[in-house]
């Protein structure tokens, strides 16, 4: 009699797909935004982000994430940082201060269990964290909320620090590189992708269609618009979020370099065979793009994605970020930021609703037609017209 063979890594599997708590493949990286492009529905994130931000938490509950396990605080009381409440709003665990030899000990795709702050690979408990509920990031929010004072006296020091770093440049351009796409008398789009990006660029498919933009991607904002259908004119950035799809579009590539003219972006562009201009600047990409663009010329930039209130320029997690406060007031009046135009107009009437009008009125107007003496003459002459046109058809194939 033969004996069936047992499959034993099945078996195992199915022994640890029945243990309680989140199974799933493991995606590894310290860089969140890294990560996510990466990260598939149903797989666990194992990130090293402190102060989680609200794009950062948008991100991976996008990408369909399993569970989030973060060997950094998520919230570490310097400002209330939206990331980990967005998660835990989505039904996504999030595990905060584990085991910082996970990343040791896991390897990208390892299939690892979670349970009440437990990582799991296979029968080994390789790491552990605190298992963060609303209770917990409610405290934790609370706290940060008590120390905002501090963060807006740092971010004042930063905003006079960039003063004396970027006078000249703010006030006389000097530094500014010569670019060939011409933005003299033209509107310019910039988009980063940011809050709401999507919701905002679908909003503004009108606006795009009638005054044809010079399209700017920052990084990122880059793969947004051609997610969304369109070209980009312009990619500015460091080049460390953006996709070689659109680094090869055949946009021209502006990279933002460190003031000490280190450009960690222009060796990945070189490599792609692709040629970039330098602008050395402090601050953020986002702010060198308007400074470009109102430097070349535009005559009115319309920013999507951009950072605009303190809860988001300290959501940005770094002091360059008090260089936009001060790009925002040298540009002036050409600046109109579409954040939250998507919220701010909705249509109400539903694509439902317009079908039904639509076909209302046809039906009304063959009523019309059918009933009254005129309309019954143009029927016979359009019934004439199309026998006719039948009629010169088929002789051609006779």
Same mark, same amino acid.
């Given at each position: 009699?033969?004996?069936?063979?047992l499959?034993?890594?099945?078996?195992?599997?199915?022994?640890?797909?029945?243990?309680?708590?989140?199974?799933? @493949?493991?995606r +590894?990286?310290?860089?969140t935004?890294?990560? =996510?492009?990466?990260?598939?529905?149903?797989?666990?994130a194992?990130?090293?982000?402190?102060?989680? &931000?609200?794009?950062?938490?948008?991100?991976l509950? /996008?990408?369909?994430? /399993?569970?989030?396990v973060?060997?950094?605080?998520? +919230?570490?009381g310097?400002?209330?940082?939206?990331g980990?409440?967005?998660l835990?709003?989505?039904?996504?665990p999030?595990?905060?201060?584990a085991? =910082?030899e996970?990343?040791?000990?896991?390897?990208?795709?390892?299939?690892?269990?979670i349970?009440?702050?437990?990582?799991?690979?296979?029968?080994?408990?390789?790491?552990k964290?605190?298992?963060?509920?609303?209770?917990?990031i409610?405290?934790?929010?609370?706290e940060a909320? $008590?120390?905002?004072?501090v963060q807006?006296?740092a971010f @004042?020091?930063?905003?006079?620090?960039?003063?004396?770093?970027?006078r000249?440049?703010l006030?006389?351009?000097? %530094?500014?590189?010569?670019?060939?796409?011409?933005?003299?008398?033209?509107?310019?789009?910039?988009?980063?992708?940011?809050?709401?990006?999507?919701?905002d +660029?679908a909003?503004?498919?009108?606006?795009?269609?009638?005054?044809?933009?010079?399209?700017?991607?920052?990084d990122?904002?880059?793969? $947004?618009l051609?997610?969304?259908?369109?070209?980009?004119?312009l990619?500015?950035g460091?080049?460390d979020?953006?996709?070689?799809?659109?680094?090869?579009?055949?946009?021209?590539?502006?990279?933002?370099?460190?003031?000490?003219?280190?450009a960690? %972006?222009?060796?990945?562009?070189?490599?792609?065979?692709?040629? $970039?201009?330098?602008f050395?600047?402090? %601050?953020?990409?986002?702010d060198?793009?308007?400074?470009?663009?109102d430097?070349?010329? $535009?005559?009115l930039?319309?920013?999507?994605?951009?950072?605009?209130?303190?809860?988001?320029?300290? &959501?940005?997690?770094?002091?360059?970020a008090?260089?936009?406060?001060? =790009?925002?007031?040298?540009?002036?009046?050409?600046?109109?930021?579409?954040? !939250?135009?998507?919220?701010?107009y909705?249509?109400? +009437?539903?694509?439902?609703?317009?079908?039904l009008?639509?076909a209302t009125?046809?039906?009304?107007?063959?009523?019309?037609?059918?009933v009254?003496?005129?309309?019954?003459?143009?029927? #016979? !002459?359009?019934?004439d017209?199309? #026998?006719?046109?039948?009629?010169?058809?088929v002789?051609?194939?006779?």
């Open positions: 009699m033969k004996v069936p063979s499959n034993v890594a099945g078996l195992r599997r199915r022994k640890v797909d029945d243990l309680p708590g989140v199974t799933a @493949v493991a +590894i990286d310290r860089r935004k890294r990560l =996510t492009k990466r990260l598939n529905a149903g797989e666990i194992i990130i090293d982000h402190v102060d989680v &931000d609200r794009v950062s938490g948008e991100a509950v /996008a990408c369909g994430a /399993a569970a989030v973060n060997v950094a605080a998520s +919230i570490s310097r400002y209330p940082n939206l980990p409440r967005i835990l709003d989505a039904g996504v999030l595990i905060d201060n085991t =910082t996970l990343f040791e000990r896991v390897s990208d795709g390892d299939v690892v269990r349970h009440e702050g437990m990582v799991y690979l296979g029968e080994d408990l390789v790491g964290g605190e298992p963060q509920t609303a209770d917990t409610g405290a934790a929010m609370t909320r $008590a120390g905002l004072a807006m006296e @004042v020091a930063n905003t006079m620090e960039y003063v004396r770093r970027e000249d440049l006030i006389d351009g000097v %530094g500014m590189p010569d670019i060939k796409t011409r933005l003299e008398g033209r509107h310019v789009l910039i988009v980063v992708r940011g809050y709401h990006y999507k919701e +660029i909003t503004l498919r009108p606006y795009i269609r009638e005054y044809r933009p010079v399209l700017i991607g920052v990122g904002g880059a793969d $947004a051609i997610e969304a259908g369109y070209m980009p004119d990619i500015v460091d080049f979020s953006v996709s070689e799809k659109a680094l090869r579009c055949g946009a021209e590539l502006v990279v933002h370099a460190y003031r000490d003219g280190r960690p %972006g222009l060796e990945r562009v070189h490599q792609l065979g692709q040629e $970039a201009v330098v050395p600047a402090t %601050g953020t990409s986002e060198i793009a308007m400074l470009l663009a430097d070349k010329g $535009a005559s930039i319309v920013a999507v994605g951009t950072h605009w209130t303190l809860d988001e320029f300290l &959501d940005k997690g770094r002091s360059g008090a260089s936009t406060f001060l =790009t925002r007031l040298r540009v002036g009046s050409k600046l109109v930021d579409a954040k !939250g135009v998507s919220r701010l909705r249509s109400r +009437i539903s694509t439902g609703s317009l079908l009008l639509v009125t046809l039906i009304t107007i063959g009523v019309v037609l059918s009254s003496p005129v309309g019954k003459i143009w029927l #016979n !002459g359009l019934r017209a199309w #026998n006719g046109f039948i009629f010169w058809l002789g051609l194939f006779s």
